[in-house]
C-alpha cells in the first residue's frame, strides 16, 4: 500500500504566540501532522530603527542599539562602539576593554540561559525555565548595580563607558560566579539529560554544516552544526586574544551532530567558557584608567563607511556604517545574526511533525526586536 | 531489547535525577525562596551611592526630576534627548542674575551662575522617555537627573509611578505662571516706562 496523501492545509502561527518569541507569524503548510513548507512572515515589530538612526547623533543611536536585541543589549552596544572606534580610529585603553568583555560575557550568560530556558518551556518543562530566569535576575542585579537600567544600558559609548564600575561590583561578580558555576551543572542533569527532552530534540532538526554555511547561520546554530567559527577567537577584537577560552561544537552526543539538541548543549557549553572569561577578565583587569579617557567631545566621524563584526549571543553582528562627515549617520546597516537563522527554518524543520516545529524554532534562539529592527 | 532496557534506565534515572534537586529545594526552600507577594514585599533595593562625587556613583534609572531655582535653560538636555520627549521655552529675563519675587525666579543658581533666561515652559513626557539617562551628562549646573540624584532625601528611588492617566506622565517643572507672570512685569515695566 502507498502513503496516502491527504489535502494540503494551510495553518498559521502566530503571530500572538508565545512560542514564536516575540511577534512572528509562520504560515505552514500541513499534510496532517506533517510539515511540507514553513513561510515566515515578518515586520510585527518594524520600529524603523535603522531609518530613524540617520536622524540621530551618534551618541544617541546607542539606546536604539539597546532596543534591537533587547535580551543582549550590552552586546548590541559593544557592536557599534567597536565599529564606529574603528571609523574615527580611537584606541580605549585596557580598563574600558575589559570591562566591555566582563559586560559583554555575563550579558551572553543571561542571554543564552534564556535561550535554554525557554526553549526547555516550548517544549513543557516548566521547571527549567524558571531556575534559569532566577540566576538571570542576578546578572541582570550585577547591571542593575553598574549602570541603573536592567534591560537596555546604553552603558558602552563611542570611546570608552559612561561610568566607571560601581564600588563592589568585583566581589558582587566573583560571589555570583562562585554561587552560579555548580547551577550549569544541575541544569545540564534537569534538563539535557532528560529523557523527554533528548526524546523531543535529538535527532530533530538537523542541519548539516553545508546547509548552515550556505545560508549563513553564525554563532551558536552554526557550532552546533560542528563548525568551528566563533569571531572572538577567529577574528579578535577588543582584548579577547589575551583570553584563554575553548570554542564549543557541536559532537552529536545524543543523537547526529547539528541537531536540536547539540544546539541547545552548545549553549550551556558557552555559558561554562564564559564564566571562565568573565574570572579571567576580572584577574586581569587594570587598577587604574579613565574610563572616558579616549571619549571624542564631539563624535564627528570622517567621510567613509566601515563594517564591522562583533560575536553577540546570537552570532555574527555586523555594523555597516555610513558617514557623510556630518554628525548623524548616512545610512547605519545592522546585520542580524537572528535573521539568517531564521531564514534556515524551512530548510531543517520541513518534513517534520508539528509540534518539532515549535522545537526546532526555539532551538535557533531568535529574537524577533532584532530581526525587524 | 538493549535498547528497550536502556530507555527504561535512562527515564527512570532522569525522573530520579529531576525529583533530587526537587527534593534539595524543597528543604532549602526558605533561603532558596525568589518568590515575593509583591505589593506587600518588595525586594530590597542595592545599596546605592548617589551625588556628585564620580568616584563612588551609582547611576540610576527612575523618572526624571529638574531642580528649576538652578536651571539656566541652555536647551542642552533637549538637544541631548533621542526621542524629543523634554520640550523647554524660554524668555529674557529683565536684568541678568536677579531675583523676581513674583514669578519665584531665582537669579543665581547654586553654581553661582547668574541666568540670563526664565525658564516659561520645562516639559518631560515621561511616557515618551526611553530612560537613557542621555540628557543628564551634558547640563552644566547638573540640575537634571533621575530622582534619587543629589538629593536622595528629597527625592526618594522610585520605580512606581504609573498613572490612570497618560497625561499626568507629562511633567511640568516650570514655576506655576511664570509666562503670565514675566508678561505682566514686562507691561507694568513699559507702562512705568511711558
Ligand atoms: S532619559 Fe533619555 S529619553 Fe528620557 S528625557 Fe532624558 S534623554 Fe530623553
Ligand atoms: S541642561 Fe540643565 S541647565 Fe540646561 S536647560 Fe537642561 S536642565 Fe536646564
Known sequence: MGVVHGQEMVLNIGPQHPATHGVLRLQVKTDGEVISEITPYLGYLHRCFEKHCENVSYEQVIPFTDRCDYLASMTMNFGYVVAMEQLMDIKVNDRVEYIRVIMAELQRIASHLLATGVFGLDLGAFTPFLHMLRDRERIIDLFEMTCGARLLYNYMWVGGLSHDLPKGFVEATLKFLDYFEPKIDEFENLLGHNKIFVERTADIGIMPAEVAINYGVTGPNLRASGVNWDLRKDNPYSVYSKLDFNVPIGKGIKGTVGDSWDRFYVRLQEIRESVKIVRQAIDQLPKDGDVHQSMPKKIRPPKGSIYSRTESPRGDLGYYIESDGSDTPYRLKMRSPAFTALGVLNEIAGGWLMSDVLAILGSLDIVLGEIDR | ?194
Not at chain 2, 10 to 16: N, P, Q, R, Y
Not at chain 2, 57 to 80: Q, T
Not at chain 2, 135 to 151: A, K, L, Q, R, V
Open chain 2, 1 to 194: 531489547m538493549k535498547r528497550y532496557f536502556t530507555d527504561i534506565y535512562e527515564s527512570v534515572s532522569s525522573i530520579l535525577g529531576g525529583m533530587s534537586i526537587t527534593l534539595v529545594h524543597l528543604f532549602k526552600a526558605r533561603n532558596d525562596n525568589v518568590t515575593l507577594q509583591y505589593p506587600e514585599e518588595k525586594w530590597p533595593r542595592p545599596e546605592r551611592n548617589i551625588g556628585f562625587d564620580h568616584n563612588s556613583y551609582n547611576v540610576i534609572r527612575s523618572r526624571l526630576h529638574v531642580d528649576m531655582d538652578d536651571c539656566i535653560g541652555c536647551l542642552k538636555c533637549e538637544r541631548a534627548c533621542p526621542v524629543d520627549c523634554i520640550k523647554i521655552e524660554t524668555e529674557k529675563a529683565p536684568a541678568r542674575g536677579e531675583d523676581l519675587k513674583e514669578i519665584k525666579h531665582k537669579g543665581v543658581t547654586s553654581n553661582g551662575t547668574r541666568k540670563a533666561l526664565v525658564v516659561t515652559r520645562f516639559d518631560i513626557d515621561m511616557s515618551e522617555c526611553c530612560y537613557c539617562n542621555l540628557c543628564t551628562y551634558p547640563c552644566p549646573e547638573e540640575c537634571i537627573f533621575m530622582t534619587g540624584g543629589p538629593n536622595a532625601k528629597k527625592h526618594p528611588i522610585d520605580y512606581e509611578f504609573s498613572e490612570p492617566d497618560r497625561s499626568d506622565l507629562i511633567y511640568r517643572f516650570a514655576k506655576k505662571g511664570a509666562k503670565e507672570g514675566l508678561a505682566e512685569l514686562n507691561n507694568s515695566k513699559q507702562e512705568a516706562e511711558a
